[in-house]
């Protein structure tokens, strides 16, 4: 006969463990109606944790989601999804590893479920996903001239910041390297070289990880480019030439030469030569005046040097260029006689006088005076000397003899 009720009672269990319950039910005189018997499996709260690893991840490095649990009936289902801070949707992630394609923070949603039981837990952790580190430091230019730094700037990305930062160098031709700057969180450093070379420069960067990546930058350094052009004289005669030489040391590669000139109250330069190879040029100035002379040095790279020179042009020396209109007159007749110059400085004075060949007194025609022609008569025949004189403004004094017959 079927129990017809029953009253059940609620027992609390402090262990957990397999328990047998045996149920009488009995009617209301005593007697046994039934016997029912209950197998109950009392298990511990189940509790979970979750891990990735790594927390930090590469682009393309896989992560492995971690489960920790106890409790429950040891018959656990997991289930991990992920998605990318900003998305809404989730993504299934199998095999409990996540792979993932593009930098940024991830949520990843990993849950246990009790397949017995049927209580399950979830736990969301976050991952932090990065470039491979990445060294992007760069230095001013690839050339400078002897005595000048080279500014390198240090930088990176990807890997886990902070970054810290060391420059080296050394001459290509040497092995050992020269520390500028040991691990440093100071991104800026320049570097002097003390000789004209070529240098290989090193850039490191380190994460926070310990990762380190390095850089190799090339400098040429050159000795700086000067322009040792002279020139011949500083001081010439008024129809001579002065003589430019030009010359360069440092720079870069080849070298090319202008020459320019003027007068030093001009504002105007006159170009002598352009642009060439030409080393040697010369200059006849016209004026009597002084000259500013500019040599421009250009190298390979058209880096230009000036050079100035001041240039003092004089006049010649005072020459007498004077003459007689004969050599041979008769008795009654003159003789033209005519001053004329050349050099010296202006203005000029002239001075005429005539003796016989045979006295030592001269007589004077003209003394010194601005009249440049005058003329002479002998009263007796004979041999006569005639001089002219010229005097420049400065006193200078240039003779000039001649012989002239007088004949009846």
Request: charged share 20%.
């Amino acid at each position: 006969m079927l129990c017809a009720s029953r009253d059940f009672y609620n027992y609390k269990f402090d262990k957990e463990g397999k328990y047998g319950f045996k149920v009488k039910v009995s009617d209301s005189s005593g007697r046994y109606a039934c016997t029912e018997e209950y197998i109950v499996y009392v298990y511990k709260k189940m509790s979970a944790s979750v891990s990735a690893t790594p927390s930090t991840a590469y682009i393309n490095e896989p992560v492995k989601i971690k489960f920790n649990v106890s409790g429950g009936s040891g018959k656990y289902q997991y289930s991990v999804y992920c998605k990318k801070d900003g998305s809404s949707s989730w993504s299934t992630v199998k095999n409990n590893t996540f792979t993932p394609k593009t930098a940024g923070t991830y949520q990843i949603k990993a849950t246990v479920k009790d397949t017995i039981v049927g209580t399950s837990v979830q736990k969301i952790v976050s991952i932090n996903v990065t470039d491979e580190l990445t060294n992007t430091s760069s230095i001013a230019s690839q050339k400078i001239e002897l005595g000048n730094t080279v500014a390198v700037t240090c930088s990176a990305k990807g890997g886990k910041a902070p970054y810290t930062y060391a420059v080296l160098y050394k001459k290509t031709s040497d092995t050992k390297w020269v520390t500028k700057q040991g691990f440093k969180e100071n991104a800026s450093v320049s570097v002097k070289p003390a000789n004209a070379a070529i240098y290989d420069i090193c850039a490191k960067v380190k994460d926070k990880n310990g990762t380190v990546e390095k850089k190799f930058f090339k400098l040429t350094v050159q000795k700086k480019l000067e322009n040792l052009s002279s020139v011949s004289a500083e001081t010439i005669q008024q129809g001579s030439a002065v003589t430019l030489q030009c010359s360069a040391s440092g720079g870069s590669g080849y070298y090319n030469y202008a020459v320019y000139y003027k007068k030093t109250s001009d504002t105007k330069w006159t170009t002598k030569q352009g642009f060439k190879a030409n080393s040697t040029v010369k200059i006849t100035p016209a004026k009597v005046t002084t000259y500013d002379i500019c040599v421009k040095v250009r190298d390979s790279e058209n880096k230009e040097v000036k050079k100035y020179f001041k240039l003092t042009v004089t006049n010649a020396p005072l020459s007498n260029n004077s003459s007689v209109s004969s050599e041979n007159i008769k008795i009654g007749e003159s003789v033209t006689v005519k001053a004329v110059y050349s050099g010296g400085e202006t203005p000029c004075k002239y001075a005429f006088y005539y003796k016989n060949i045979n006295s030592s007194s001269w007589i004077t025609k003209q003394d010194f005076s601005t009249n440049a022609v005058t003329s002479i008569k002998f009263s007796k025949a004979g041999t006569y000397n005639i001089c002219i004189k010229i005097k420049d403004s400065k006193g200078n004094v240039a003779k000039k003899y001649f012989t002239v017959t007088a004949e009846n």
